[in-house]
Antibody
Framework: VQLVESGGGVVQPGRSLRLSCAVSGFSFSSFPMHWVRQAPGKGLEWVAL????????YYADSVKGRFTISRDNSKDTLYLQMNSLKSEDTAVYYC???????????????????WGKGTTVAVSS | SYEVTQPLSVSVALGQTARLTCGGN??????VHWYQQKPGQAPVMVMYRDNKRPSGIPDRFSGSNSGNTATLTISRVQAGDEADYYC?????????FGSGTKVTVL
């Protein structure tokens, strides 16, 4: 099982960036996927979640309306489109495979069972 | 939104037992998951659904969850257990992480 993030870099405030996460070693289309970030010297901050088929997405309040999580199951790839970037978006961005707890065909819990190594995004003028 | 609290740091002597707590309002009714992060590395899941160990995680790691406190216990602590540990819950629409506990092995 492998998750490899790419697309990070230095970007000016207000600009856009798209991150990718290429996966291998498991059936990508069967798992929900997350983006989690970590600002320098800070703790983990969850960013976004997509269901296995992309039909359901969830976002942290801090990125809602600016970031979009999506996936291409034909390419085994997860994306994070980041618009209107701010300095506080500077962080290492991790993609993670989602684990679930299902009760009577309903997902009632999500966690992250496998993580990528991360890609660094620096927002600076 | 739901909040969880973790102590900033825990110090434990080599070979002793470390107990890391994650507090939240009636957290015992939620599933709690735990992640270990060593400096410069990505997080690794060490416990899920309160007390289930992923494959490859030693049985020195155990978990419990009741009332307002979930606990990750590390028995016979080794130098390699020194890391930041984060608890996590699902808040129906968002993932919530604790602020993390730094474990120092003396």
């Amino acid at each position: 099982v492998q998750l490899v993030e790419s697309g990070g870099g230095v970007v000016q405030p207000g600009r856009s960036l798209r991150l990718s996460c290429a996966v291998s070693g498991f059936s990508f289309s069967s798992f929900p996927m997350h983006w989690v970030r970590q600002a320098p010297g800070k703790g983990l901050e969850w960013v976004a979640l997509t269901s296995y088929d992309g039909r359901k997405t969830y976002y942290a309040d801090s990125v809602k309306g600016r970031f979009t999580i999506s996936r291409d199951n034909s390419k085994d790839t997860l994306y994070l489109q980041m618009n209107s970037l701010k300095s506080e978006d500077t962080a290492v961005y991790y993609c993670a495979r989602g684990g679930t707890v299902v009760v009577i065909s309903t997902v009632v819990d999500y966690y992250m069972d496998v993580w990528g190594k991360g890609t660094t995004v620096a927002v600076s003028s | 939104s739901y909040e969880v609290t973790q102590p900033l740091s825990v110090s434990v002597a080599l070979g002793q037992t470390a107990r890391l707590t994650c507090g939240g309002n009636n957290i015992g009714s939620e599933h709690v998951h735990w992640y270990q992060q060593k400096p410069g590395q990505a997080p690794v899941m060490v416990m899920y659904r309160d007390n289930k160990r992923p494959s490859g995680i030693p049985d020195r790691f155990s978990g419990s969850n009741s009332g307002n406190t979930a606990t990750l216990t590390i028995s016979r602590v080794q130098a390699g257990d020194e890391a930041d540990y984060y608890c996590q819950v699902w808040d129906s629409i968002t993932v919530v992480f604790g602020s993390g506990t730094k474990v120092t092995v003396l």
